[in-house]
């Protein structure tokens, strides 16, 4: 069956220092990684996706990833924070197959931006 | 555009009431999914389908049921609320492409007293 572990469950991080946020993941077969972003009282919002390629994904507000297969990791990256960014961060995997569409998702990450 | 809409954003009822929580989505996607958010679980699956007259279990489907009548909707009821379904809920949807993004409501906020 397929897991998402997100080990750290909140992080503290100076506003415009560097972020990195971890997940790992446990599947079968090639992932379909996804980070999300909630914002608090708010839906998920879908920061980036990996489906195949280029291991280094970009997505919106500046945010990266990287697709590590060795280390079955897709670790979230921002060079520098700003205050907005303070939100619960969430990676999911899957789907697994066609007709199978559903995500595993990780327990979260809280970020909170300190001045 | 596009969206995603749920009702109502909060609702407080009382254990043993049936309660229904809509789901509404213009993106005219198969694919729509339930789901409860509880503070150290993340998110998790209640019910699904893939289209019309279709409907799965999750992994945390008892004491839930939806039904899909149409392309656009999919009701999650609680036949008989308890105070271990207090929680927020979300709907996704995700279109036939495969793999394909899920896409999120606004939750609904649900306590059960």
């Known amino acids: 069956a397929q897991s998402v572990t997100q080990p750290d469950i909140h992080i503290t991080v100076s506003e415009g220092a560097s972020l990195e946020l971890r997940c790992n993941y446990s599947y079968g077969a090639t992932p379909y990684l996804f980070w999300y972003v909630q914002s608090p009282g708010q839906g998920l919002q879908l920061l980036l996706k990996?489906?195949?390629?280029?291991?280094l994904v970009q997505g919106i507000k500046g945010f990266e990833a990287e697709f590590k297969r060795s280390q079955s990791s897709f670790n979230l990256r921002k060079p520098s924070v700003h205050w907005s960014d303070a939100a619960e961060y969430f990676c999911?995997?899957?789907?697994?197959?066609?007709?199978?569409?559903?995500?595993?998702f990780g327990t979260g990450t809280r970020l909170t931006i300190i001045p | 555009d596009a969206e995603i809409t749920q009702s109502p954003r909060h609702k407080i009822t009382e254990t043993g009431r049936q309660v229904t929580l809509a789901c509404h989505q213009t993106w005219n996607h198969n694919n729509m999914f339930w789901y409860r958010q509880d503070l150290g679980h993340g998110l998790r699956l209640i019910h699904y389908?893939?289209?019309?007259?279709?409907?799965n279990k999750g992994e945390v489907s008892d004491g839930y049921s939806v039904s899909r009548s149409n392309t656009e909707d999919l009701p999650l009821t609680l036949e008989s609320a308890a105070s271990s379904q207090t929680s927020v809920y979300f709907c996704?949807?995700?279109?036939?492409?495969?793999?394909?993004?899920?896409?999120f409501g606004p939750g609904t906020r649900l306590t059960v007293l």
């Open positions: 990996y489906f195949s390629g280029d291991t």
């Open positions: 389908s893939y289209g019309v007259q279709d409907t």
């Open positions: 999911a995997v899957g789907p697994s197959n066609f007709g199978n569409e559903k995500l595993t």
């Open positions: 996704a949807s995700s279109g036939q492409g495969f793999p394909d993004t899920q896409y």
